[in-house]
């Protein structure tokens, strides 16, 4: 099976507290880590390790975060393409966990806002089985995917998340 990603890719940056500070506030971490996240990049790892053919579309930044997020996915063994490099910062999502497992995330989206419905011109669409998206690009990109998919036989799989409103004729 052949899947296209059309999505976010993200680095987060996620540091444990034994609680989350008031604001004004600074408080010491107890460790922080980095990881390769996004919303399109969890589905495209998710793909991969099930067996499919990944093909990632979407947007990095030139900084460290960018090559560090290439080097993980290529190394998952999905193709990158589609992914275009902007002249923004990676996205990011500064995570922090308190002792309970509550957290608080703040979302940069970077490169990841960048992306736009142009970025898409040169992606043969009925060459893969399904499509994946989520919200976390642009929505006028995943609306013209929807569009363009909407006459091949290529399945789009949407994941509505981070939730906002959507024209009915999308769905």
């Not at 004004?24 to 969890?42: D, L, M, P, W």
């Not at 989520?134 to 036989?153: G, K």
């Not at 399945?155 to 509505?160: A, H, L, Q, T, W």
């Not at 906002?164 to 999308?170: M, S």
Request: some cysteine; glycine content about 8%; hydrophobic content about 40%.
């Amino acid at each position: 099976m052949r899947i296209l990603v059309v999505g976010s890719m993200n680095m987060d940056i996620v540091t444990n507290v034994q609680r989350h500070p008031l604001p004004g506030e600074t408080i010491h971490g107890r460790r922080t880590a980095f990881y390769s996240g996004g919303k399109g990049a969890n589905q495209a790892v998710a793909a991969v390790r099930a067996g499919a053919a990944v093909f990632m579309a979407g947007a990095l930044g030139h900084d460290f975060f960018g090559q560090e997020i290439r080097r993980l996915l290529s190394e998952d063994g999905i193709d990158l393409s589609y992914v275009r490099t902007k002249e923004e910062t990676t996205g990011t999502a500064l995570i922090t966990i308190d002792e309970s497992g509550e957290n608080n995330i703040i979302l940069s989206p970077g490169a990841n806002g960048a992306y736009a419905p142009d970025d898409l011109a040169d992606l043969a669409f009925a060459s893969f089985d399904a499509v994946l998206l989520q919200n976390e690009i642009p929505w006028d990109v995943n609306a013209r995917v929807l569009e363009i998919c909407a006459s091949l036989p290529t399945r789009v799989y949407y994941n509505p998340a981070p939730a906002h409103p959507i024209e009915k004729k999308y769905l």
